[in-house]
């Protein structure tokens, strides 16, 4: 069935390094790819999200890559700060039918000061 | 703040018990989408109303209903509660079912 594996599962890093988080996809069919930030006791926050139609997509500090022949995607914060803190999780869909999202089981991401 | 937003906030329940969650989508969207969150999981797709009519649904049994009304809120109605469903309750709202899925708080629910 369908299927988003995502790693690490906690990721702890120093202010100012970089951070990435993986994805790998099961539907070949899936066509766009979502990313949220989840904070304690919040919903998922949308950060950032590319189409199968390209290749890597960058809003400032936060970048997405996606190589759909190896059905992988990631996410790359540069220059972290304590504040990206939060549960970061990856979605997979596809743009027809119930266009229901595959969800990642999470990354937990501490950003020590 | 995306302007989606769910009631209540938290619940308890006991097991066998039935409850129901609301949900208002953000300004112009006519989708709703449900999803449980099981503690340290992923979103777990539930359905999917769009203009009124359930446009697909995961792996959840027939206990797990819902409804969507002419203004495009949405209800989802659980039965027989069990321990099991405990859980994050997220509703998130799009455009023509096709759209970006922007999340709501969520309501916490406890099956005690």
């Known amino acids: 069935g369908e299927n988003v594996e995502q790693h690490p599962s906690t990721l702890s890093v120093q202010e100012g390094d970089s951070a990435v988080i993986k994805c790998t996809y099961s539907?070949?069919?899936?066509?766009?790819f979502p990313w949220y930030k989840q904070e304690l006791g919040k919903g998922p926050q949308l950060i950032i999200d590319i189409r199968s139609n390209v290749g890597e997509k960058k809003d400032q500090r936060i970048a997405v890559t996606l190589n759909k022949t190896a059905k992988h995607f990631s996410l790359h914060i540069t220059e972290t700060q304590p504040e990206d803190s939060a549960v970061y999780f990856c979605?997979?869909?596809?743009?027809?039918?119930?266009?229901?999202?595959?969800f990642g089981t999470g990354t937990r991401l501490k950003v020590l000061a | 703040e995306t302007g989606v937003t769910q009631s209540p906030t938290h619940l308890i329940k006991t097991r066998g018990q039935q409850v129901t969650l609301r949900c208002s989508s953000q300004s112009g969207h006519n989708t709703v989408s449900w999803y449980q969150q099981a503690l340290g999981q992923g979103p777990q797709f539930i359905f999917q109303?769009?203009?009124?009519?359930?446009?697909g649904r995961g792996n959840f049994p027939p206990r797990f209903s819902g409804l969507q009304f002419p203004n495009y809120s949405s209800e989802l109605n659980v039965n027989a509660l069990e321990l099991d469903d405990s859980a994050l309750y997220l509703c998130?709202?799009?455009?023509?079912?096709?759209?970006?899925?922007?999340f709501g708080p969520g309501t916490r629910l406890l099956v005690l």
């Open positions: 109303y769009y203009r009124e009519e359930e446009n």
């Open positions: 998130a709202s799009s455009l023509d079912g096709v759209g970006t899925q922007y």
């Open positions: 979605a997979a869909t596809t743009t027809s039918g119930t266009y229901k999202y595959i």
């Open positions: 539907d070949s069919a899936s066509n766009y």
